[in-house]
């Protein structure tokens, strides 16, 4: 945050002052928010307010599985990263998911950043998505999912579904790693088999060099800490503070049972009726 805030200041761009004075203010003034998705402060106080509703609202009983989407037309070249359209990208997964997931299913997550490497050559941007749901999907569902968003090894997706099963004692750091505070390189290698590797292709996390964090809070700036969102059934209550999250379940005209708490359960009830109607 500090070394990003001098960064800009040393750009002395007029276009960008604007984002320097609020991140300084969000950082000194108490009750000040910024509510920019570039402000690291704002995306940490929104992750946690995400994962307080996330476990709040899914609570010990549901059954959690958490997804990992990677898709083709979120490889950005590394210095257009500024040019990439997060609402459209949204928008778009959230239409192309929804014509492949069972109706009432209900996804919370975030659209992630992460700067690859491979072998130390060109740098690329994969903005990707990350979310969890308490609804189990059928194999003919995954199967249509894994058609929809294809391996393409041109640019660097090898795995681009990942569906995994999440202990209940694991859906706090899990709903942390759904709507990300932080974002990450990712460098590929060949583990070298000659050296113990296994001569498969692997990969590391590590934090953003310094001016690929600069270039991509810049991308940033201009979005609502919230626009990272992506949300499907569930919908964010308005609140005073632009980086509070609160999660309420859409289409339910009782105002009663639309609240946070529970706001699975009609997912279940949806699952229960289908099965009923296939006997
Ligand atoms: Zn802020």
Known sequence: MELSIKRLRWANNP???HIHDALIRCRDEEGYNCGSLGCR?????????????VSRGWHKKHQ???YTIIPVDGWVAYDQIDAFDLLAFGRRHREKLKRVLPNGMRIAGGVDFSLNIFENGERSWQVHLHFLTDHQIEKKT??????????DDTKEIFRP???ETIASSDVRSNSKYSLKSYFLKRSGFIADPEKGGSGDRTGKGQGLPADADELLQLALSKYRVTDALFLIGLKRKRTSDPAEIKLHRTGNANPSTSKLRGYGARTKVCSRRKRKSRR
């Open 161 to 163: 579904l990942r569906i």
């Open 64 to 66: 959690l599985y958490s």
């Open 15 to 17: 276009e960008y002052q």
């Open 41 to 53: 402060l704002c995306r940490e106080r929104a992750q946690a307010s995400f994962s307080n509703s």
């Open 142 to 151: 995954e199967k249509a999912l894994k058609l929809r968003y294809p391996k």
